[in-house]
């Protein structure tokens, strides 16, 4: 069940100077690069110039300023959530493959999702990791003892432990919370959250009656709900 949950949670659970002269709302942001003139800076970059990355990051602030904004919620400073989803953008711009066929924004959204999300997680592990060290009380010597002294176990086993029972947690409340009827069961159907067996789009297609796309389109919109619900 463990496992199972985990597969959902990560379902739904990426040159600085540049942002100076940009805040988050913002029009002043450039406008994005027509397809031309991406494949031209990208093929220019490729080749070693350094001033076509500076104009494609420049070019492509406006898409981290766009899922900042998906975060502009949990408590971090929409300057820091800028600067690391920028992170995620020259991630995105160093390691882009221009022979996949697909559109540099459409990979850059990822990588900066992803690193806004890394650091989250991180943030929110270092907060755990010094309420684990906080003292709870003495020893019959009189020297404090923390919880990990009770614990016995490794440091970051015990955090990921904390981490992943607090997010299961908030994972089932969401679930409840957020989720229509069917919605809720068709997730926790598909990621045996009732006995443990996931069932196909297919298969709970035929169960409920209707069919296999409307199950995955209804799975879509759900993940997305709890993705929002988990980000809070």
């Known amino acids: 069940m463990l496992r199972l949950v985990m597969r959902l949670l990560e379902e739904i659970l990426k040159p600085f100077v540049i942002l100076c002269g ?11 690069l027509s397809k ?5 800076y990208l093929v220019r970059f490729q080749t070693g110039d350094e001033d076509a990355k500076r104009i494609l990051i420049e070019r492509n602030l406006r898409l981290v300023a766009h899922i ?5 919620n949990i408590g971090k400073d929409l300057d820091d959530l800028i600067s690391i989803g920028t992170i995620g953008l020259i991630k995105a711009i160093t390691s882009f493959d221009m022979n996949k066929g697909t559109r540099l924004a459409t990979y850059a959204a990822r990588c900066i ?3 806004i999300l890394m650091t989250i997680r991180a943030s929110k592990k270092t907060k755990v990791e010094l309420s684990l060290h906080e003292p709870i009380g003495m020893d019959k010597e009189g ?3 923390n919880l990990l002294d009770i614990l016995g176990s490794d440091v970051d086993q015990v955090i990921d432990e904390v981490d992943l029972r607090i997010q299961t947690r908030k994972l089932y409340k969401a679930i409840e919370s957020c ?3 069917r919605e809720r069961v068709i997730i926790q159907l598909r990621y045996g959250l009732i006995d443990g067996a996931c069932k196909t789009q297919r298969e709970i297609a035929g169960m409920l009656g209707i069919s296999r796309s409307y199950v995955s389109r209804i799975e879509t919109k759900a993940i997305e709900k709890l993705n929002k619900e988990m980000c809070k």
Not at 22 to 32: A, D, E, R
Not at 68 to 72: A, E, G
């Open 22 to 32: 940009y805040m988050i709302n913002s029009n002043s942001f450039p406008k994005p």
């Open 36 to 40: 031309e003139e991406e494949a031209l």
């Open 113 to 115: 999702e992803n690193e």
């Open 68 to 72: 900042v904004k998906k975060y502009n």
């Open 179 to 181: 989720l229509k009827d």
């Open 143 to 145: 020297n404090e003892i």
